[in-house]
């Protein structure tokens, strides 16, 4: 009896060894390739990376202010940035998660007798967080989006009783401020502003259920050429615009007067991470590869930097260059790079890592070529988006015990930060699953605090 019980232990271990080995297989082969892709980088290889790293290990903070994009950043952002800078000497990283106050599931208004009534705002909003929740972790970043604060967005249309205009954009303005002032000065919590500003020639009211940065005028497919070249038909909600150039004057001022909200108790600025027209490398915006000309894009971006600069004046802004995920080579990576003086981080957006060979094959090899051209340009490599969409299994099973872990700290990848695209995107909903995540956030290489 004790034979055949453990006959059937060594074929039980056998199985497991199996299971384990075809689960993990997809994985090392993506990995391995990935190793290729480091190894097929030519010069910029092994010995170039430790002499980066020694580079970066030298720089005082004075030197590095010479090095940013913007060489009058105030003490504060620069310090920040510095310290990002720093991380990958280091060995240490920053993983926190976008949106992760629940300020956007916070209603502005309530439905009493089929009309909208408005909710009185909470000047110190309880900053939840199931980041939090979950890992003990308090989020050194966070991500906010201004569409419903500066834009019509297309939710607001879906009652005819809702307000709109821009009343309702100074709620939620005003609320966003709050929370970002209260996030800043409870936790040290930098924003990382995005914008999905609404295509100037979207229809009105919405005529389908979408967000008007997907959308695409047949008739004005390329509305960044005509804003660069002063170009184009009456456009806006309202047509209250002569030419596209006068809506994005008109939303860029916009944006600058939100930012110059953003001080802390004492009225100093609050520094900011900031990425315009984000994943220029793919379709889903009207800013997008197949939309616009790779000088249109370039001109698009520093336009925004230079008026929005201009205007807030406070030099707290820190520009991002956010990609998204369909670039595989670095020409295509730099295709749309603005240059050197108006970027200081370089990312990309990689969602569902392990799901398979193809995907985390792809996802290593931009995570390597951004961290070569960050540590030859002295700039930040990060992920500005990552998690798991749609496939709760994989998220829930082996994400963060597994895949997540082996692309962030693989050989030639120097992250210093990377951020899972909120909570549905990256909070498992088992256990299991929460477990792995609070190992993997608590880990010696996450960061804690600034």
Same mark, same amino acid.
């Given at each position: 009896?004790?034979?055949?019980?453990?006959?059937?232990?060594?074929?039980?271990?056998? @199985?497991?060894?199996?299971?384990?080995?075809?689960?993990?297989?997809?994985?090392?082969?993506?990995?391995?390739?990935?190793?290729?892709?480091? !190894?097929?980088?030519?010069?910029?290889?092994?010995?170039?990376?430790?002499?980066?790293?020694? &580079? $970066?290990?030298?720089?005082?903070?004075?030197?590095?202010?010479?090095?940013?994009?913007?060489?009058?950043?105030?003490?504060?952002?620069? &310090?920040? @940035?510095?310290?990002?800078?720093?991380?990958?000497?280091?060995?240490?990283?920053?993983?926190?998660?976008?949106?992760?106050?629940?300020?956007?599931?916070?209603?502005?208004?309530?439905?009493?007798?089929?009309?909208?009534?408005?909710?009185?705002?909470?000047?110190?909003?309880?900053?939840?967080?199931?980041?939090?929740?979950?890992?003990?972790?308090?989020?050194?970043?966070?991500?906010?989006?201004?569409?419903?604060?500066?834009?019509?967005?297309?939710?607001?249309?879906?009652?005819?009783?809702?307000?709109?205009?821009?009343?309702?954009?100074?709620?939620?303005?005003?609320?966003?401020?709050?929370?970002?002032?209260?996030?800043?000065?409870?936790?040290?919590?930098?924003?990382?502003?995005?914008?999905?500003?609404? *295509?100037?020639?979207?229809?009105?009211?919405?005529?389908?259920?979408?967000?008007?940065?997907?959308?695409?005028? $047949?008739?004005?497919?390329?509305?960044?050429?005509?804003?660069?070249?002063?170009?184009?038909?009456?456009?806006?909600? $309202?047509?209250?615009?002569?030419?596209?150039?006068?809506?994005?004057?008109?939303?860029?001022?916009?944006?600058?007067?939100?930012?110059?909200?953003?001080?802390? %108790?004492?009225?100093?600025?609050?520094?900011?991470?900031?990425?315009?027209?984000?994943?220029?490398?793919?379709?889903?915006?009207?800013?997008?590869?197949?939309?616009?000309?790779? +000088?249109?894009?370039?001109?698009?971006?520093?336009?925004?930097?230079?008026?929005?600069?201009?205007?807030?004046?406070?030099?707290?802004?820190?520009?991002?260059?956010?990609?998204?995920?369909?670039? %595989?080579?670095?020409?295509?990576?730099?295709?749309?790079?603005?240059?050197? +003086?108006?970027?200081?981080?370089?990312?990309?957006?990689?969602?569902?890592?392990?799901?398979?060979?193809?995907?985390?094959?792809?996802?290593?090899?931009?995570?390597?070529?951004?961290?070569?051209?960050?540590?030859?340009? *002295?700039?930040?490599?990060?992920?500005?988006?990552?998690?798991?969409?749609?496939?709760?299994?994989?998220?829930? !099973?082996?994400?963060?015990? @597994?895949?997540?872990?082996?692309?962030?700290?693989?050989?030639?990848?120097?992250?210093?930060?990377?951020?899972?695209?909120?909570?549905?995107?990256?909070?498992?909903?088992?256990?299991?699953?929460? &477990?792995?995540?609070?190992?993997?956030?608590?880990?010696?290489?996450?960061?804690?605090?600034?």
């Amino acid at each position: 009896m004790r034979v055949v019980v453990e006959m059937m232990a060594c074929k039980s271990i056998r @199985l497991r060894f199996c299971i384990t080995c075809f689960l993990i297989m997809p994985l090392c082969v993506a990995l391995q390739s990935g190793t290729q892709v480091f !190894q097929d980088l030519g010069e910029q290889n092994k010995e170039f990376q430790r002499l980066a790293l020694q &580079k $970066r290990n030298k720089m005082t903070i004075q030197a590095f202010r010479g090095v940013v994009a913007d060489t009058m950043l105030d003490d504060c952002a620069l &310090k920040v @940035l510095y310290k990002l800078y720093r991380l990958p000497c280091e060995n240490k990283q920053i993983f926190s998660l976008t949106g992760c106050f629940k300020y956007n599931a916070t209603p502005l208004y309530k439905l009493e007798d089929g009309q909208y009534v408005p909710l009185s705002l909470d000047e110190t909003p309880e900053l939840q967080s199931r980041f939090m929740d979950v890992t003990g972790i308090k989020p050194l970043l966070h991500g906010i989006e201004l569409t419903t604060a500066l834009d019509e967005h297309w939710s607001l249309f879906k009652h005819k009783t809702m307000p709109t205009g821009k009343n309702i954009n100074k709620k939620y303005s005003s609320y966003l401020i709050t929370v970002v002032r209260a996030s800043y000065e409870r936790y040290g919590s930098i924003p990382i502003i995005a914008y999905h500003m609404a *295509n100037p020639y979207s229809p009105v009211p919405p005529e389908r259920v979408g967000a008007y940065q997907n959308y695409v005028d $047949r008739k004005h497919k390329n509305v960044v050429g005509e804003m660069r070249q002063r170009t184009g038909e009456s456009c806006g909600y $309202r047509k209250e615009y002569n030419i596209p150039r006068d809506y994005l004057d008109a939303k860029l001022d916009a944006l600058s007067e939100f930012i110059k909200q953003l001080t802390d %108790k004492n009225g100093h600025p609050i520094p900011c991470i900031i990425r315009p027209f984000h994943e220029m490398d793919m379709n889903s915006f009207w800013w997008g590869v197949d939309y616009c000309s790779a +000088e249109d894009y370039k001109w698009l971006f520093r336009y925004t930097k230079d008026r929005v600069s201009k205007d807030v004046g406070t030099h707290s802004l820190i520009w991002g260059f956010s990609l998204g995920s369909r670039f %595989k080579t670095r020409k295509a990576m730099l295709e749309r790079y603005p240059g050197d +003086e108006y970027v200081d981080i370089i990312g990309s957006n990689e969602y569902n890592v392990g799901s398979s060979s193809v995907v985390t094959k792809e996802s290593l090899t931009r995570c390597m070529l951004t961290t070569q051209v960050c540590f030859e340009r *002295n700039k930040i490599a990060c992920l500005f988006e990552s998690g798991v969409t749609g496939n709760d299994d994989l998220l829930n !099973q082996g994400f963060y015990s @597994l895949h997540y872990p082996s692309l962030v700290n693989h050989e030639g990848v120097y992250l210093s930060f990377f951020i899972e695209h909120g909570p549905s995107y990256a909070i498992p909903s088992t256990e299991e699953g929460k &477990k792995a995540l609070r190992k993997f956030a608590r880990s010696k290489k996450i960061k804690k605090d600034w």
